[in-house]
Each structure stands twice: as structure tokens, then as C-alpha cells.
Nanobody, 116 residues
Framework: VQLVESGGGLVQPGGSLRLSCAAS????????QGWYRQTPTQQRDLVAR???????TYADSVKGRFTIFRDNVGSTFYLQMNSLKPEDTAVYYC???????????WGEGTTVTVSS
């Protein structure tokens, strides 16, 4: 499975961005898709995750601001980020796997910078 992110960039505080992750290859075994982020001083942490049944999980810091969703085919999934804050600045990675404990496939990362 190959994952390619897009949509990062520079945005002002309070603004919005949508990240996309396009999956290709053997995606039939993928049950969980998610977004993680990492800064130079912090480990890679979960931002949001969506399961095959459509249930979602969000980090407390993004609840009510970020939304994870996917297309009908399930080959592309997204992270809609609203009301962005400077502390959301990070490299964002999309990931996928058979379970949340086995996110075996990762994208290269896309940088999101929230700054005035």
C-alpha cells in the first residue's frame, strides 16, 4: 500500500486547511486510516482515526475543530482542519493498517504551519 499526502501549507491562525491522503495498492485489507503529527520536540501523536465502520477517534486537542472522513471508495481520506492554532504546526502523516495497533503504512508527511 502506498500513501501520498497533499494539502499542507502556511495558514493564519483561525484559518482552515484540508489534507488529503491517496492510497493505492492492496487497500482491500485496510481497516483503519488515520492522521498523526510530529514536531521537532514531540513524538508522533495521533490526531484522528477512522475505522472501516465509520467510527472515529480524535485527540482531545483537535475535537470540534478537525474532521476525518474518506471518499465512498475508501481509497482517499481527508483531514479537514478548522480554527487552526499555532500549536497545530507540525508535520502531518497519514497512515493505514489492518488495525489501530498495526498502522503499517505511512505517507511521507506534509508540513502545516500556522502563523501570522
Amino acid at each position: 500500500v502506498q500513501l501520498v499526502e497533499s494539502g499542507g501549507g502556511l495558514v493564519q491562525p483561525g484559518g482552515s486547511l484540508r489534507l488529503s491522503c491517496a492510497a493505492s495498492g492492496s487497500i482491500a485489507d485496510i481497516n483503519v486510516q488515520g492522521w498523526y503529527r510530529q514536531t521537532p520536540t514531540q513524538q508522533r501523536d495521533l490526531v484522528a482515526r477512522i475505522n472501516s465502520d465509520g467510527s472515529t477517534t480524535y485527540a482531545d486537542s483537535v475535537k470540534g475543530r478537525f474532521t476525518i472522513f474518506r471518499d465512498n471508495v475508501g481509497s482517499t481520506f481527508y483531514l479537514q482542519m478548522n480554527s487552526l492554532k499555532p500549536e497545530d504546526t507540525a508535520v502531518y502523516y497519514c497512515a493505514a493498517g489492518e488495525s489501530s495497533a498495526g498502522m503499517n503504512f505511512w505517507g511521507e508527511g506534509t508540513t502545516v504551519t500556522v502563523s501570522s
